[in-house]
């Protein structure tokens, strides 16, 4: 899967243990990788993500310690991912700490990364990949529960970073979705929301389809303006609830 391509991606020189541990921490939280979803080995994710055993083992060690895998001995054994829990999952409002002008501001960076990301998708992306897109699409539309629509709505959004074909772009997106997952869940508990979203992507989806690049910016653009209206609204209501 092209997520699990940006996810298990080549890491960079700096901080190599912690950006792995990064990297898949977002990918836990935001549902990019599932519960109970098995990891590659050691050896494999080490030539994967261009590092060596100790520094994936490292890794690991740290993952596990903030709960977010387990590991299983033995023939059929490895490392999977854990149901989420309190911890991981946030029991307290995702509203309660932040303001409204740190929601403008995610929104803003996020609408930087995806539109530009869609400005150069709309160039790449082949008729597999739109394929795949919609498949995507179609997942999110038929979801029926907040947690199954934001992890839809994550893969869609990393999806449109990949076919960028830029690595710095589809892994921005990935850190963004840490912060944005929680946020977007909140949303989905809205029927309304999630057919306006579902059409604002069947919109973005049909533009990249004909490699419209004006039409994929501003689809792209109109998608996360959307999300971000909506969650300072929601802020502003929460704010008002005694």
Not at 188 to 203: C, D, F, K, N, T
Request: proline share 2%; glycine share 4%; aromatic share 4%.
């Amino acid at each position: 899967m092209i997520t699990h391509a940006v996810i298990f991606a080549p890491i960079g020189q700096v901080s190599r243990s912690d950006q792995i541990v990064q990297r898949l921490s977002n990918a836990i939280i935001t549902g990019l990788l599932e519960a109970h979803e098995q990891l590659p080995n050691e050896a494999d994710l080490a030539k994967m993500m261009g590092v060596s055993h100790i520094t994936i083992r490292e890794a690991l060690n740290t993952l596990r310690a903030n709960n977010l895998i387990h590991t299983v001995r033995g023939r059929n054994g490895g490392s999977f991912v854990c149901e989420k829990s309190a911890m991981t999952t946030g029991t307290l409002h995702p509203f309660r700490s932040i303001s409204t002008d740190y929601l403008s501001d995610l929104g803003e960076m996020h609408c930087a990364v995806i539109s530009h990301s869609a400005r150069l998708a709309s160039r790449r992306m082949t008729e597999g990949d739109v394929k795949r897109l919609q498949e995507f699409v179609g997942v999110l539309k038929a979801a029926d529960t907040s947690e199954l629509k934001t992890q839809a709505d994550m893969r869609c959004l990393l999806t449109i970073a990949a076919n960028s074909h830029s690595a710095r772009l589809a892994s921005q997106e990935l850190q963004l979705q840490a912060e944005w997952a929680s946020l977007v869940a909140v949303l989905y508990r809205s029927e309304e929301i999630h057919r306006e979203v579902v059409g604002l992507y069947e919109a973005l989806t049909e533009a990249l389809s004909r490699h419209n690049e004006a039409q994929s910016v501003q689809a792209a653009t109109q998608l996360i303006d959307t999300f971000t209206f909506y969650l300072i609204e929601s802020k502003l209501k929460y704010n008002s609830i005694p």
